[in-house]
């Protein structure tokens, strides 16, 4: 079975500094993704970026970047230059080799102070 | 190109009514997928669904719980006799294909309350 663990609950970040959110998986499968969602208080889940398992580079995508660690099973998402907007609810995400069945984690909050 | 819409986005219904729920998933989208979102909880699989049929539904309760995705229109997450338990936010998702490199991109959710 699949897991994804979010080990900090609430996250505080200075604003215009960078910020790491954690995230650690577990999966015996050979194949998968790993995804960061972002859920503002409004409660959408936006989507913010995606790691297959055998993608070499590190994904980037403008001020988010994921550093995934596959030996490590960790996938920690990266804020840069964080804005008073980004204050919201982080979650990881990891799909199973079929791709359906996303299991989340329980997700991080994250407080940027300006 | 419109996202993955649901409706409506506030429900309130009394212990034993009907909730329906609906998703319109995005334009040349495919696959549907409902999620279950528990007060500050990470989302949790429901079921998966393709053009009128379902494909995996190992995360929806056995009871009272039932999705459809027909030919023309709309996918429906319907819960029956409603319990105050079930007060949750509901997620569709929509994805053109399936696979671990699939994104699925969410609907603004549908806000649940049994009183």
């Known amino acids: 079975a699949q897991k994804i663990t979010q080990t900090q609950p609430g996250m505080f970040v200075q604003e215009k500094e960078a910020v790491t959110l954690d995230c650690t998986y577990d999966?015996?499968?050979?194949?998968?993704?790993l995804f960061w969602y972002k859920q503002p208080s409004s409660g959408e889940m936006i989507f913010l970026i995606y790691?297959?398992?055998?993608?070499?580079q590190n994904a980037t995508e403008g001020r988010y970047s994921l550093n995934f660690q596959k030996a490590r099973k960790s996938a920690n998402l990266v804020i840069s230059a964080s804005q008073l907007g980004d204050s919201a609810m982080y979650f990881c995400?990891?799909?199973?080799?079929?791709?359906?069945?996303?299991?989340f984690g329980a997700g991080t909050r994250l407080f940027v102070k300006a | 190109n419109a996202g993955v819409m649901q409706n409506p986005r506030h429900l309130v219904r009394r212990r034993g009514q009907e909730a329906r729920l609906r998703c319109s998933p995005m334009?040349?989208?495919?696959?549907v997928y409902w999620y279950r979102q528990l007060p500050e909880e990470g989302l949790k699989f429901m079921v998966y669904?393709?053009?009128?049929?379902?494909?995996?539904e190992s995360g929806m309760p056995k009871e009272r719980f039932s999705a459809e995705f027909p030919k023309e229109g709309p996918s429906i997450l319907r819960i029956q006799q409603v319990v105050r338990g079930d007060s949750a936010a509901y997620f569709c998702?929509?994805?053109?294909?399936?696979?671990?490199?699939?994104?699925?991109?969410f609907g603004p959710g549908t806000r649940l309350l049994v009183l």
């Open positions: 999966t015996s499968d050979p194949s998968y993704g």
């Open positions: 790691q297959g398992s055998y993608d070499q």
């Open positions: 334009k040349g989208h495919s696959h």
């Open positions: 998702a929509s994805s053109p294909g399936t696979g671990p490199r699939e994104t699925q991109y």
């Open positions: 669904l393709q053009k009128e049929n379902i494909i995996d």
């Open positions: 995400a990891i799909s199973n080799t079929g791709g359906f069945k996303t299991i």
